[in-house]
């Protein structure tokens, strides 16, 4: 997906840039995974929600604005 992006941008990355984004990018899913996890066990629910997810992105106006 980042060299998808990249080609799209016409920017070159080296490919040991593209390996930190794809690691960084997974431990954020893996934190967001834990939070949403989380989140759904506090509302002693067994499945993750929307209302989850609205949590785990208020702090992120950008992506607030995306998801509200």
Same mark, same amino acid.
């Given at each position: 997906m980042v060299r998808e992006v990249?080609?799209?941008l016409? +920017?070159?990355f080296e490919s040991d840039v593209l390996d930190l984004i794809a690691?960084? @990018?997974?431990?954020?899913?893996t934190l967001?995974?834990?939070d949403l996890e989380a989140f759904q066990k506090?509302?002693?629910?067994?499945t +993750? @929600?929307?209302?989850? $997810?609205k949590l785990l $992105?208020?702090?992120n106006d950008?992506? $607030?604005r995306i998801i509200m």
């Open positions: 990249s080609a799209n016409n +920017i070159e690691e960084l @990018t997974w431990k954020k899913l967001y995974g834990s506090h509302a002693k629910r067994s +993750i @929600t929307s209302d989850d $997810v $992105v208020r702090r950008s992506l $607030v």
